[in-house]
């Protein structure tokens, strides 16, 4: 009886066999406890990438509207730039990029006017891409589906017709402007203000990505007018040739008020008689000094284009390869440029375009391959279109203005100044 009431006690108090017992109550639970931690990290890693993919492909897609085989194969090919086939399948297929309506608040796919595209990526069973889990398997889910969609409107050539300034890397300007409806900025890389600035509803502050934004401190209706965009340098490409053209015998591509020449000259000083509505071709600088009044010119050099400073100008063009210079306190355009209904003053370079301080420009168009550079304290800016390949930047003044059905332009495509305007909406 003493023997067996011992070995019970040894038996009782025999714990081996709980660990094993723990072990298999606990190992479920942990199992699922890294599904939740990998697998679902994994799969909001993979919804992430999908919704840039789908985001690029709908901005892609919109610059190719209305034509809806343009518009399926630009989404096709930037899906595949940013989300490469998963075994042989794609993210995206055609018939996931859509045509329609926006609204302001709704895609309606088909409807018209046809502005927008919506995208849809996706790692689906469907699309024989889903996204393989790893320990979720444990608990019977061996596969997530996931899909993300974007929509990209087209704007229909309504904005920007008081003026504004496009650069292919940044736009800096300082403080203490006041930009009106309709204006805009564009900074592929970004924009980058000061402070005490107020920008009016139905102006725009755009860039390719929120993130290349920056500013100071007190500045008014900035959120409103904040959007991703994408937009198409025109003036800096047509450089070139108006260069080419005025360089050639023929005046036919200069503005109206160009009726003479060409004249062929060696230099430009300022002393030099200038003829009304003659185009000069400058073999070396034209530096047209101080203290003057100058209208009804074009001039194409080899080399720098200089003003001084205290010029009045209107109706000009100036095109070279090198720099146009510009000095301080210069009237710069027709104060009756908004009832002309077209830019009168036309800057074209190569290289940078660089103004002093103390400037006031009306109705002026400027295209550059480099930079250009306003200088400080900006007497005033109204009805001005610049683009430049390189940043712009400019100091503070007290209004960017305009005129409100734009101004035409001699050089540039039909939708000028306005151009395309891109900015995803959902």
Request: hydrophobic share 40%; net charge negative.
């Amino acid at each position: 009886m003493v023997g067996l009431t011992k070995n019970l006690k040894q038996l009782m108090q025999d714990t081996s066999g709980a660990v094993i017992v723990l072990v298999a109550v606990a190992l479920p639970t942990f199992l699922l406890m890294l599904a939740f931690v990998i697998d679902i990290g994994l799969v909001r890693l993979t919804g992430h990438r999908l919704q840039i993919t789908a985001s690029a492909a709908a901005l892609a897609g919109a610059s190719q509207l209305p034509d809806n085989d343009d518009v399926r194969s630009e989404a096709l090919l930037y899906s595949a730039k940013n989300y490469p086939n998963i075994d042989g399948h794609p993210v995206l297929k055609a018939a996931d990029v859509e045509t329609g309506n926006w609204d302001g608040s709704v895609f309606v796919e088909g409807a018209s006017p046809k502005n927008a595209v919506r995208a849809t990526a996706r790692r689906t069973a469907v699309n024989q891409n889903p996204l393989q889990s790893i320990f979720a398997i444990f608990a019977g889910i061996s596969e997530f589906e996931i899909s993300r969609s974007a929509v990209a409107e087209i704007e229909p050539g309504n904005g920007c017709n008081s003026g504004g300034f496009f650069s292919g890397r940044e736009v800096l300007s300082g403080s203490d402007n006041n930009y009106i409806e309709n204006f805009c900025l564009y900074g592929d890389d970004g924009v980058k203000i000061g402070s005490d600035n107020e920008v009016a509803a139905g102006a725009i502050i755009a860039m390719h990505d929120f993130s290349g934004f920056q500013q100071g401190g007190n500045n008014g209706g900035v959120e409103d007018a904040l959007m991703e965009a994408e937009y198409d340098l025109v003036l800096p490409g047509l450089v070139a040739g108006i260069i080419a053209d005025m360089k050639s015998s023929s005046i036919t591509n200069m503005p109206d008020f160009i009726t003479e020449g060409p004249v062929y000259i060696n230099e430009i000083t300022d002393s030099t008689p200038l003829s009304p509505n003659t185009l000069y071709i400058v073999k070396k600088v034209a530096d047209l000094g101080s203290n003057r009044v100058i209208s009804d010119i074009a001039i194409v050099a080899k080399k720098e284009v200089k003003v001084g400073s205290d010029v009045t100008l209107s109706n000009v063009v100036f095109a070279t390869p090198k720099k146009i210079l510009f000095g301080s306190n210069n009237d710069i355009g027709s104060v009756n440029y908004c009832s002309e209904g077209a830019y009168n003053i036309y800057l074209f370079s190569n290289s940078n375009i660089e103004f002093g301080s103390d400037n006031y420009f009306r109705g002026v168009q400027m295209g550059t391959k480099k930079e250009l550079k306003l200088g400080s304290d900006v007497a005033g800016m109204e009805g001005v279109h610049a683009e430049a390949k390189r940043n712009i930047e400019y100091g503070s003044a007290d209004t960017y203005g305009g005129c409100d059905e734009g101004l035409e332009s001699v050089f540039g495509t039909s939708e000028f100044p306005v151009g395309l305007m891109l900015a995803l909406v959902k």
